[in-house]
Structure formats: structure tokens, C-alpha cells
């Protein structure tokens, strides 16, 4: 079903309203305690960020993208192989499954100033962050995904002469390739977060030292400039996810 | 009625299946008991009893999928222990693998089995998806995905067919054609032996050329009945015929008896308690 | 005599458990002592017991406690509140779904945890910008979810009482509302859970006081068993929430079939 224009032009006018009151209420300077700069700064510094004019620029955003990528990429790999381990134990299961319930239950994103303390300012220590939150979302995925195989499946690849090898690579793989491609969204949105988070607590290098920077100095275009770089990157990813995700499911019914 | 030269003898001898009771043994569960029967190569036998009767616990047990519990199922002599290669199963729900195409799923056992997968295409056609070779199974009707897996299971050539309830969940009309459709596709494949579980005594009479009436659990058989109606069939015009009407009403005496017992009814004056 | 073995079972597996916990803790002691491992990072158990005592004594911790849980319980009821709201308008109106969905989804996507920083230049470090924090992580979420789950709602269901003669007001009142209180209750300790995250996230990155906060002065004065120490208080705060919330969401649904 095809939306009607007039949504699209009531979204676009939503959109174009939110910026023009931002715009004069920001000028208009209504109290000093409220400091939300106005668009025309945010995007005078955002322009001014990408041509290298006041920071580093874009190679903040590359550290910060380093540092999401290989933390998502540890926290996956870490969180399958504990996740077949465990599931394909039932014993262990039983075992552990209470505590990693509770351990899942911490606020993960309290445990940052820990790695920062053993870690310091290294990229390392925010990667190391990162797969700290992301292994929980894919351990918990795949965990659930071999648990939720349907024994019908498994029957009938049985009946039709599959060797256990062939068992996990017909049954077992895109079961939990499917859990996994739907948890990719969700890991990579704590990803960005956790890497900018740490980097804010401490760091002299990325997008959340430059948020950083800008609010100790009350610079709120600065402040709210970085963060929609932030947020345009999230989304663009997130947009070449959700594609990557149709890909990978077609078979899935709408 | 020509059977298969080469085929191999199923046989039950003193076959029970028991489910443990995780307390007391008195409490088992005794889905079927002491099963004895022969089964000529290239057969095709119908299950039919109440609902809960242990058809589906007969199927289990020549399948190996649980093989059985007490006493011996044999093929060609030997005693199932397991899963076997020579035998197929077409399952009530569908058990295709919903992240293959139909095509990738017809290929499955062939694979498995290290064949070339050059058949897969010939049987899909046979059933008649040529042209749905890549659609997923949720692009499939239900009736088109019983198709695809009467083709992945024949396309290995299984000499025993197990079919529990393969068609119970399709309307009237696209059951039919099924029905029709697998007899012949069965009849062009050179006649495996099919046992075929079915609630339909119309869908036994009409495709069989034997009837087996179990009781109500735990599962006996309590009548073996002979359908000697010419092959090729056509089931439209078959269920016309005086035979079959016969046949039905012989076999309905025995069948109606054990549907009451199961269901614990007691209705007074009513034919066949 | 099935009771009696079942019973036996548990208790082996609650003794196994206990075991494994008092290895874990033992291998940590003796890791630290040792110095295996990097005691910025690990601590021991000795001195992160000892720092729960004095952070209890000198009552830091029960105020950072009760700081914590006032702004997650006003955060999370006017998230709850506000996505549900969202959620119900966006979930019966076709129209409106189709004008606010894009920015809603867009508005998914972005990390809004990070967004602390800008209301903290707002508002200051007082309990405004975390409570906010809190509502803006939860109210996108809610009202997705509750959006779903009123275009979820069974068509026939709809057309049955709409046969008796329901409007629509009724049908909010007695279909939706009801199907919409089923996805609060059972995703209750999900969005607790968000709720938590985002109350000690934003203690963390600028607060003066709850659990948050004295994570943050752990980290500045390099105490990493304070910082362990409240964040097994975190977790026991969590954990506890979580079962009480397990407990109520059994008794809501007590009429749906068992699963």
C-alpha cells in the first residue's frame, strides 16, 4: 500500500516546523539557562567539522567507528562460540544459565569506568567495552535460537539421510544465522552508543571526546552538532542493515 | 496385483511401543500393543482407528525415529535399530525447511546422500512446480507444499513410504487432486511400499490395496481388509463403484465401534456398540 | 516418590550452583592475590567487601540508592505512559502512523542515551535531565511496540464486537486497551531494564548523586573495588526488580493458556 503524498508533505512540514521554532526560539535568546543553540549554528559547526576546521574532523568519527566495529565484532564471535558451547551442553546449561540471567540483568553501560581504569585511553579499552554489551545480545540470540529449533526440522532432515554434519549445516546454521541477523540491529545500535559513552567518560580521540569538549565549554551547537553526526551515522548503518537483513530473510514470511 | 520384483519384506513380530512413565512402571504409557503383520514389497497399506490409536506411533517405530520398544520391526530382514536411508516420511504439518527454496529442498536428500542432484528438477516437475522451482515455502500454497515434499521424499527412492495424515490439512477439493496426483506419481515411480495413516476411510478405500483397522489405545489390529479395485484408479469415479460402497460398510462396522470406545461415548440403541 | 526424586534433583543442582559460585569467587581471590590479573580491572572480593562496608556505613550507598530508584520508577511510569499514548494514536490511525512513523523509526535508530549531554547544558546535574533520559529512551520504544501490538489485534475479535454493537470507543476500552496492558505487563521487565541502563547511564556522565555517581568517583580516585562494589548493588537491584516483576506479570496473565 502506497502512502499518500499528503503524509509525506505533513512528515516534511513536521520536520520544517521543528527546525523554524528551534531557530527562533534559539535566537530569540528566551532564557540563558536554556541553551539549545539554534540550526543555523549546529549546521555552521557541522560544516565547519567536516572540512577540519575546529577538530579533527573526520578522523574522530573514523575512531569511533574502529572502535564500534571491532568491539561488535569481538562480542559476536564471543558470544556465539559461549552460546553453542552452553546449548549444546545441557548440563552447563543448567549450571550457569541463572548467573549469566542476573549478569545480562547489570547495567552493562555502568561497568564503563571500570575499563577505563584497567584499560586507559586506548582504542583497545573501548572495543574491549563495546564487546562487553554485544556479547550478551548475540549469546542470548543464538542461545535462543538453538533453543527454539522446531524437533520437526530436525525429523525431517533426519528421515531424509543427514549425517550430524549435515544436521548442523541444513538445521542448525540458519536457525541461528536468522537470530543473529535480527540481533545485528540491536548490537550495532549499543555498539555506536558504547563506544561514544566511553569515549565521553574519558578519551582524547573520537566523536565523544568532541561532545565532551563542547560541553565543557557550553557550546551547545557544538554539543548538538557531533550528536546528529552521530545519529546520521547510526542510521545509515541501520538503514544498510534493515537492507541486509531482507536479504538474508527472504524465506521468512512477512 | 504386480509387485515389486526386487522389493523387500516389512514386517512387525510382536511390536509394542511403551512410553516410561517417569514414576511407576504400572503407569506407562502403551501406545501400541503386540503388533504382528507382513507387508509384501510394493504394497500400498492405509492405517485407519480413532484419533490416539498409535497409527502415528506405528510410523515412528518403521522410521526408527523411535524404533520399537518391545518386539521387532523388520525390512528385508533387518531389524530397525535407527534411521534408515531406505525409508521416507512425509509428516501431517510441514516439515519443509522454510529457508530453502523448493527446488533446495526437493535436493536435500540427494545431497545428503552424496547423488547428483539432477533428479530434484525432473520430480519437481513431476509433481507439477516447474515453474516454482525458487519460490520459498511461504510463497507456496499448502497444497503446493505437500507437492514439494512428495518430490523430496520419492526423489530418493526410498522402497518404504511412511504418510501420516499427509493431506488432513488441505481443503476437499485441492485433497482430491492430491490424492489423485500421488497415486499416479506413485504408480509412474514403480510402486514403493506406502504406508499411509489417514482418519478418511474414503481417502484409505480409495487409494490401498489393503486396510488395516486398529483399535482404540492401546493400539491392536483388529481388522485386515483386502481392496481389490483395478490400478490404475481414478478415486472420483472409484467411489461410485458397488465395491466400494462394500468395502465402506464392512470396514465401518469394525472402525465405528473403537471411534465410540475412544471417545467414551455411550449412546443407546446405536449401531455397532 | 517422583516429589522425592525431583526434590533430591533441585537440591543437587542448587548445591552445584552454590559450588560454582564460591569456585568463581575463590579463583578470583586467589587470581588477585596472586596477581594473574590486572587488579585496575578485577579487584579482589576482599577489598571489594570491604568497600560495601564502608560504603553502607557512611550511607553514601543508601542515598545513592534511593536516588537511583526515584528517578528509574518517575522515568519509566511517564515513558510508559507517554509511549502508550503514542503507541495507541499511531496503532489506530493509519494516517498518523504514516506522517510520524518515518521520524519515529528515524528516532530509533539514534543512540539516545548520548543525548544526556544536551540536557544536561538544559537542566544542570539535578534529577530533571536523567528523568528525561530515561523517558526519551523509552517512550520511542514503547510506542513502537505498542503500535505493533494494537495493528496485532485479532481482526475478528474487532468484527465480533463490532457485530454486538461495540463503537469505538468500546472497542479501545474493552479490545485494545486490554490486549496493550497484556505487552506492558509482559515486557514490563524489558523496559526496566532500558529504564535501569539509561538512569545509571546519565548518573554516570554527570550527576551528583545515585549509584551512578559513585561509580564515577570511583573511577576518578582509581578505585575499582567501589566501582565493582556498587555495581553488584546495581545488580542486586536489578535481579530484585526482576523477580518482583516476574512474580506480578504471573499473577496478570494468569487467565492466558500455558505455553
Known sequence: ???????????????????????????????????????????????????????????????TLQEAVLGYLLGTVLGVCLAVLIAGFEPLARLVMPFVAAANAVPKIAMAPLFVLAFGTTVACKAYFVSSLVVFISFFAVFNGLRSIDRKYLNHVRILGASRMWTVREVYVPAITGWLVTSLRLSWSW???????????????????????????????????????????????????????????????? | MTLRADGRLLEFDGVSQRYPSPTDRAADFVAVRDITLQIPAGEFVSVVGPTGCGKSTLLSAISGLRPASEGQVRIGGDVVTGIR???????????????????????????????????????????????????????????????????????????ILLMDEPFSALDIQTRTLMENDLLHVWEEAGKNTVIFVTHDLEEAIGMSDRILVMTASPGRILGDYRVDLPRPRDLLEVKMTDEFAEIYRAIWKDLSGEVIAANKLRIPGAVGT | MSTRRSRA???????????????????????????????????????????????????????????????LVVGWVIGELAGLAL???????????????PIIVFANAVPRI???????????????????LVVTVMVVFVALNVAAGVRDVDGLLVQNMRVHGANRLDLIRHVFLPAVALWVTSSARVTVG??????????LLGAESGLGSLISHGQVSFKSDQIIAVLLVAAVLAVAIDLLLAALERRAVRWMPAT
Open chain 3, 194 to 203: 532500558y529504564a535501569l541502563q539509561a538512569t545509571i547511564g546519565s548518573e
Open chain 2, 85 to 159: 536411508s531406505d525409508v521416507g516420511f512425509i509428516f501431517q504439518q510441514d516439515a519443509l525447511l522454510p529457508w530453502r527454496t523448493a527446488l533446495q529442498n526437493v535436493e536435500l536428500g540427494l545431497r545428503f546422500r552424496g547423488l547428483p542432484r539432477a533428479a530434484a528438477r525432473d520430480w519437481l516437475a513431476r509433481v507439477g512446480l516447474a515453474e516454482f522451482e525458487d519460490r520459498y515455502p511461504h510463497q507456496l500454497s499448502g497444497g503446493m507444499r505437500k507437492r514439494v515434499a512428495v518430490a523430496s521424499t520419492l526423489v530418493y527412492e526410498p522402497d
Open chain 3, 114 to 132: 548520548l543525548l544526556l549531554p544536551i540536557f544536561v547544558v538544559w537542566y544542570g546535574f539535578g534529577p530533571e535531565p536523567k528523568v528525561l
Open chain 1, 191 to 254: 555498539s555506536l552508543a558504547a563506544a561514544v559513552f566511553v569515549e565521553y567518560l574519558s578519551s582524547n580521540k573520537g566523536m565523544g571526546h568532541v561532545v565532551q569538549v563542547g560541553q565543557e565549554s557550553l557550546a551547545a551547537a557544538t554539543v548538538i552538532g557531533a550528536l546528529m553526526i552521530i545519529a546520521v551515522v547510526a542510521v545509515c548503518v541501520d538503514a544498510g542493515l534493515v537492507l541486509m537483513e531482507r536479504r538474508a530473510e527472504e524465506w521468512r514470511p512477512a
Open chain 3, 87 to 101: 503507541g495507541i494514536a499511531i496503532g489506530l490511525s493509519k494516517r498518523l502512523d504514516d506522517i510520524l512513523g
Open chain 1, 1 to 63: 500500500m502506497r502512502k499518500p503524498w499528503t503524509s509525506r508533505l505533513a512528515t516534511l512540514a513536521l520536520v520544517a516546523a521543528f527546525f523554524l521554532v528551534w531557530q527562533v526560539v534559539g535566537s530569540a535568546g528566551v532564557t540563558n539557562e536554556l541553551t539549545i543553540g539554534t540550526p543555523g549554528d549546529v549546521f555552521a559547526w557541522i560544516g565547519g567539522w567536516a572540512t577540519g576546521r575546529y577538530t579533527a574532523g573526520w578522523s574522530d568519527l573514523a575512531i
Open chain 3, 9 to 71: 534433583g533441585s537440591t543437587r543442582l542448587f548445591l552445584a550452583r552454590a559450588l560454582f559460585v564460591v569456585v568463581l569467587v575463590g579463583l578470583w581471590q586467589l587470581a588477585a592475590d596472586r596477581r594473574w590479573v590486572n587488579a585496575n580491572f578485577f579487584s579482589s572480593p576482599t577489598d571489594v567487601w570491604d568497600s560495601l562496608g564502608s560504603l553502607s556505613g557512611s550511607g553514601e550507598l543508601w542515598r545513592g540508592l534511593q536516588s537511583t530508584v526515584l528517578v
